[in-house]
């Protein structure tokens, strides 16, 4: 009888499902949006009827499946299965998902950081494959990351290593985070904190961009295109404190692969060129640092999640 594993990536904007094969092949994808307003046991629902969406997609019942892991944007007490706060989705805070979902579902559920998840799929199948040690950077709604240390993704004591995100840079200063403070790289550096950020460079200047409330990523990009000079400098920004994030883990752990994944990736150069200038501004030791994009495109969330079924199963 054939297994299957399921892997579930939940963002700040979506929710994608991906229904695999014992050999690890992608079998069915499914999306869902994700309300910004949604607490933790509504998205646990939702993602209950998703789950039973996907079985009925490829025809097969909760029997079939080895289990189901789960990718989240959030501080998560990792043993405990526990989410303290979710800064993307703020009303996801102080719920014990795991047990909720484990209570309705008849196969082992699966919980860590969406960033841990997606390391170990690039780590395994993606740019990552044959390295060592690897620093997985999602830059996308959040920012964050996962470490993959001496072959191992390594957690930490309570479970959220590599949120470097909410690591500060200009302490009680800029725009107030999800994860409760002013000033950290999040608030500079993520396509969440990117409208307030392009608002306030905007002030009292002309700009191609419409800043009402559809200003977005891809807002920008199009307006860099078209060399809009608040969108060059906002880029600008962007690249600068995503740069100084880089560079304060790679000081601390002295990694030297960065993957990137996530949806700013679809700037390119135009925005990761920036990144690697001003890395390399305050880089002097000039070692080799290998700056990489995620190989396995919009998948690694999914197929990272259904890593955890196998990994920690």
């Keep these: 009888m054939k297994r299957y594993h399921m892997g579930i990536d939940v963002g700040g904007t979506k929710v994608a499902y991906g229904l695999f094969d014992e050999e690890g092949g992608l079998l069915v994808r499914h999306q869902q949006a994700t309300p910004l307003d949604i607490d933790g046991p509504g998205l ?10 996907v079985l009925d997609m490829h025809g097969i019942g909760h029997g079939d499946l080895e289990g189901v892991g789960i990718g989240m944007p959030s501080f998560i007490l990792y043993e405990q299965g526990y989410i303290l706060a979710t800064s993307a989705l703020v009303n996801i805070c102080q ?69 470097s995100g909410h690591m500060l840079i200009t302490p009680d200063a800029g725009v107030a985070c999800g994860c409760g403070n002013r000033g950290c790289f999040m608030s500079w550096a993520s396509g969440r904190y990117l409208p307030e950020q392009i608002r306030r460079i905007a002030q009292g200047r002309e700009t191609v961009m419409d800043l009402g409330p559809t200003l977005d990523g891809t807002a ?38 960065f993957v990137f994944g996530g949806g700013l990736t679809h700037f390119g150069g135009m925005l990761f060129d920036r990144v690697r200038r001003e890395f390399d501004r305050y880089d002097h030791m000039h070692m080799p640092v290998n700056f990489r994009i995620a190989e396995l495109e919009r998948d690694f969330g999914i197929i990272g999640a259904a890593e955890l079924v196998r990994h920690d199963g």
Aim: with cysteine; aromatic share 12%; charged share 20%.
């Design 44 to 53: 646990c629902d939702q993602l209950l009827a998703g789950i039973d969406d």
């Design 95 to 163: 719920f014990a998902m795991r047990d909720y979902l484990a209570q309705r579902l008849d196969f082992p559920v699966f919980l860590d950081n969406d960033s841990n998840a997606a390391a170990l799929a690039e780590y395994r199948f993606g740019a990552g494959r044959g390295s060592r040690h690897m620093i997985y950077m999602s830059a996308s709604t959040g920012l964050g990351s996962g470490l993959i240390l001496n072959g191992q993704l390594f957690r930490g004591t309570y479970g959220w290593a590599g949120e």
């Design 220 to 257: 920008l990009h199009e307006a860099c295109r078209r060399g809009d000079a608040v969108a060059m400098e906002a880029l600008d920004q962007l690249a600068h404190y995503m740069a100084i994030c880089l560079f304060n883990i790679y000081q601390l752990l002295n990694v030297n692969l």
